[in-house]
């Protein structure tokens, strides 16, 4: 089955320290895969994508992110948090042909001053 | 542009009751989604629409109905809520290509609660 799991609910970190939310994908074929931003009572921002190409994707904010075929994974980072990253972050997958998006359940970011 | 609206806001129902929220966007996208958000499930998939005058099932189709008779409006109708309803409602279009066009853009989403 097709699934994407987030396996972080929560995660804190103090500013100024690196980031890595983790995102594991099920997927039979070749993925397309994206990083949203969800600040509190706002709809979702996206922060980067992978279709194709060079693994390591860039993205707003300052943000990247790294495919891992062999781990099936699409891990987000970024070097230095700041306060404004205090939000909740959710991957999703979907695949060229279909219309559908599987999202994960989220990640919770605090953000220690 | 102002890309992908949702209305209202926000809403109250009482259970019972019947609404229909509309999104709208100005991108001359063929695909529109309409999605629930609730706490620790992330977002599950209602019914999507792939052009004008269709119409299919997500994930989480029953209680809700959609219509799509204009390619910019994607509108999720509620014949009689119910409190497992309350939830947070978001709306999302694509445009029809495949690579970058995979992309979806989210509407500001709607706060609906039932009582």
């Known amino acids: 089955a097709q699934s994407v799991t987030q396996p972080d609910i929560h995660i804190t970190v103090s500013e100024g320290a690196s980031l890595e939310l983790r995102c594991n994908y099920s997927?039979?074929?070749?993925?397309?895969l994206f990083w949203y931003v969800q600040s509190p009572g706002q709809g979702l921002q996206l922060l980067l994508k992978?279709?194709?190409?060079?693994?390591l994707v860039q993205g707003i904010k300052g943000f990247e992110a790294e495919f891992k075929r062999s781990q099936s994974s699409f891990n987000l980072r970024k070097p230095s948090v700041h306060w404004s990253d205090a939000a909740e972050y959710f991957c999703?997958?979907?695949?060229?042909?279909?219309?559908?998006?599987?999202f994960g359940t989220g990640t919770r970011l605090k953000v220690l001053a | 542009n102002a890309g992908v609206t949702q209305t209202p806001k926000f809403r109250v129902l009482k259970t019972g009751q019947s609404m229909t929220l509309l999104c709208a966007q100005d991108?001359?996208?063929?695909?529109m989604y309409w999605y629930r958000q609730d706490p620790g499930m992330g977002l599950r998939l209602i019914h999507y629409?792939?052009?004008?005058?269709?119409?299919a099932k997500g994930e989480v189709p029953d209680g809700y109905n959609v219509s799509r008779l204009k390619k910019q409006n994607f509108l999720l109708g509620l014949e009689s809520a119910a409190p497992s309803q309350t939830s947070v409602y978001f709306c999302?279009?694509?445009?029809?290509?495949?690579?970058?066009?995979?992309?979806?853009?989210f509407g500001p989403g709607t706060r609906l609660t039932v009582l």
């Open positions: 999302a279009s694509r445009e029809r290509l495949a690579g970058e066009g995979n992309t979806q853009y």
């Open positions: 997927y039979g074929a070749t993925p397309y």
């Open positions: 992978y279709f194709s190409g060079d693994t």
């Open positions: 999703a997958v979907g695949r060229s042909g279909t219309y559908k998006y599987i």
């Open positions: 991108m001359n996208h063929e695909y």
């Open positions: 629409s792939v052009g004008e005058g269709t119409t």
